[in-house]
């Protein structure tokens, strides 16, 4: 049962424009929501998160978008770089001393910019 | 730098072989994540520490696998009698209670 899903594999946008990855979640206990970036043959990286108290968070050309309602979320990276082309995984978390915090990874969007 | 290392970084060996990996944390984190990620899948949780104390195991860690975190420092995850399908990348991470995991980067097993 796959608690993170993310349904498009892969997504190609030109260099300049906006690249939107899009995350659902099933678990209602999850509060706490991230994404990272991988490189081949490296560990994921942090990128940007966002608390479920909010349903915004901005950190340069990143901005992680929350709906909680619907269960969703969505990254946008605006304008995208060539160096962007990577692996993101959203990934979920329930903060706190429960059975729940591990973090959960959906299975990945690979972006590709085109210069 | 996330501050997370990880040894070996590659590592083949041959089936019905024992191995052991290592992960050192970044230091004032109490919580350490072992993850196992193979080719198109997103890291797949296999076990978590909160210091010494294991919290927690999913089952797709069989009896063949086994993590340890002695004093709430360093880990080691060891598969015994390794298998073709333990071919993997084996990631661990380490956080801060409520803030974002960190991960190394990682040991490629390859099993032949």
């Known amino acids: 049962d796959q608690q993170v899903k993310q349904n498009s594999p892969s997504l190609s946008v030109q260099e300049g424009r906006i690249s939107i990855l899009n995350c659902d979640y099933t678990n209602s206990m999850f509060d706490y929501f991230l994404w990272y970036k991988k490189y081949p043959a490296e560990g994921p990286t942090f990128l940007i998160s966002?608390?479920?108290?909010?349903d915004k968070n901005e950190d340069g050309r990143f901005t992680v978008f929350l709906n909680k309602s619907a269960k969703h979320l969505s990254l946008h990276i605006v304008p995208s770089q060539p160096g962007d082309s990577a692996v993101y995984f959203c990934?979920?978390?329930?903060?706190?001393?429960?059975?729940?915090?591990?973090?959960?990874f959906g299975p990945g969007t690979s972006l590709s910019v085109i210069p | 730098d996330t501050g997370v290392s990880q040894d070996p970084r590659h590592k083949i060996t041959k089936r019905g072989q024992n191995v052991t990996f290592r992960c050192d944390p970044i230091?004032?984190?109490?919580?350490l994540y072992w993850y196992r990620q193979t080719l198109g899948q997103g890291p797949e949780f296999l076990t978590y520490?909160?210091?010494?104390?294991?919290?927690?195991k999913s089952r797709l860690l069989s009896d063949r696998f086994s993590a340890e975190r002695p004093k709430g420092s360093f880990s080691t995850l060891e598969i015994q009698r390794t298998e073709q399908g333990d071919s993997a990348m084996y990631l661990c991470?380490?956080?801060?209670?409520?803030?974002?995991?960190?991960f190394g980067q990682g040991t490629r097993l390859t099993v032949v």
């Open positions: 991470a380490t956080r801060r209670i409520s803030a974002e995991a960190f």
């Open positions: 520490f909160q210091n010494e104390a294991q919290l927690e």
């Open positions: 990934a979920a978390s329930a903060r706190g001393e429960t059975s729940y915090d591990k973090v959960i």
């Open positions: 230091s004032e984190h109490n919580r």
């Open positions: 966002i608390s479920s108290i909010k």
